[in-house]
């Protein structure tokens, strides 16, 4: 079903691609099952040196191709954006995929509540993790712990607004300071309750082997980007604003993690967001 008031609206769909031969196959294939008509589907090679991936870039049809000498994920999300036509924006990672219908349900979700100004969905979690991951909103919240995934939907004129993504943060968590800048900039989300995203969980990925391992070093980079957002004044008054909202966990608990962060050196501190993400991913394997 193509939704009437918006049913000619092109969305672009960028997939940044560095070396992901074994899994940019499946990515395409779901983008290009969508039952939403009419999509521009660009990937964005990001200076690939594997032979295989040269191979299969080199052999694709339908699809337009972009290549850059490696700058890294934000680039390649910037380089595909700034070639696109489309009205509505949808980052894509090369070795996740999305369920059939994903495009419309988020239109229509984003279409549905006139306050929001972006819309993602639950999270199905794929590879050495198993099991569904409900996310809701709460901008208070994502200042301390991502909550929003990559993937989202979102108006051309919002990705412009903002900027895009930070291509200095090559060592990872750029969605998460773009999702930050978005609500510092006004622009909230809207959550469809369906995991429509597939996300592959691999210890080789940059979330599970970079990222973690400097995670309070780069919340510090986020939080230095956003000054006048962590400003404890600042942060006092969001808190109040999105407190009867529903979030993951108790929201003054985040003021402990804020100061705990703040006193502690910064490798015993990254120590200890590794063992919670490590309790949590050992759970989510064990489901």
Same mark, same amino acid.
């Given at each position: 079903?193509?939704?009437?008031?918006?049913?000619?609206?092109?969305?672009?769909?960028?997939?940044?691609?560095?070396?992901?031969?074994?899994?940019?196959?499946?990515?395409?294939?779901?983008?290009?099952?969508?039952?939403?008509?009419?999509?521009?589907?660009?990937?964005?090679?990001?200076?690939?040196?594997?032979?295989?991936?040269?191979?299969?870039?080199?052999?694709?049809?339908?699809?337009?191709?972009?290549?850059?000498?490696?700058?890294?994920?934000?680039?390649?999300?910037?380089?595909?954006?700034? @070639?696109?036509?489309?009205?509505?924006?949808?980052?894509?990672?090369?070795?996740?995929?999305?369920?059939?219908?994903?495009?419309?349900?988020?239109?229509?979700?984003?279409?549905?509540?006139? @306050?929001?100004?972006?819309?993602?969905?639950?999270?199905?979690?794929?590879?050495?993790?198993?099991?569904?991951?409900?996310?809701?909103?709460?901008?208070?919240?994502?200042?301390?712990?991502?909550?929003?995934?990559?993937?989202?939907?979102?108006?051309?004129?919002?990705?412009?607004?903002?900027?895009?993504?930070?291509?200095?943060?090559?060592?990872?968590?750029?969605?998460?300071?773009?999702?930050?800048?978005?609500?510092?900039?006004?622009?909230?989300?809207?959550?469809?309750?369906?995991?429509?995203?597939?996300?592959?969980?691999?210890?080789?990925?940059?979330?599970?082997?970079?990222?973690?391992?400097?995670?309070?070093?780069?919340?510090?980079?986020?939080?230095?980007?956003?000054?006048?957002?962590?400003?404890?004044?600042?942060?006092?008054?969001?808190?109040?604003?999105?407190?009867?909202?529903?979030?993951?966990?108790?929201?003054?608990?985040?003021?402990?993690?804020?100061?705990?962060?703040?006193?502690?050196?910064?490798?015993?501190?990254?120590?200890?967001?590794?063992?919670?993400?490590?309790?949590?991913?050992?759970?989510?394997?064990?489901?």
């Amino acid at each position: 079903m193509q939704t009437t008031s918006f049913a000619k609206e092109l969305v672009s769909v960028v997939i940044p691609c560095y070396n992901s031969g074994a899994t940019l196959a499946k990515t395409i294939a779901s983008v290009q099952s969508q039952t939403w008509a009419h999509i521009e589907l660009i990937v964005v090679d990001d200076g690939s040196s594997d032979e295989h991936t040269v191979k299969l870039l080199n052999a694709l049809r339908g699809v337009r191709l972009i290549r850059q000498r490696n700058s890294g994920l934000p680039a390649a999300r910037n380089a595909g954006f700034l @070639n696109a036509n489309g009205t509505y924006f949808l980052p894509l990672d090369a070795d996740d995929w999305i369920e059939p219908d994903t495009i419309e349900r988020l239109l229509l979700g984003l279409k549905s509540d006139a @306050n929001t100004h972006f819309a993602y969905s639950y999270i199905q979690l794929e590879g050495e993790a198993r099991g569904i991951l409900k996310k809701s909103y709460n901008f208070f919240e994502q200042l301390f712990l991502n909550q929003i995934p990559y993937c989202i939907l979102m108006p051309r004129s919002v990705w412009e607004a903002v900027g895009g993504y930070d291509e200095s943060m090559r060592h990872g968590y750029e969605d998460w300071e773009f999702n930050i800048r978005l609500g510092a900039s006004g622009y909230f989300g809207h959550v469809v309750q369906y995991p429509h995203l597939h996300y592959r969980v691999a210890s080789s990925g940059m979330l599970m082997s970079k990222s973690n391992q400097i995670h309070c070093l780069l919340w510090l980079e986020i939080q230095g980007r956003h000054k006048n957002v962590f400003y404890f004044r600042n942060l006092i008054r969001l808190w109040k604003v999105w407190r009867p909202k529903t979030s993951k966990y108790p929201l003054l608990l985040y003021f402990f993690w804020f100061f705990l962060c703040r006193a502690l050196p910064i490798s015993l501190s990254s120590r200890l967001f590794r063992w919670y993400r490590w309790s949590s991913h050992l759970r989510r394997i064990n489901v």
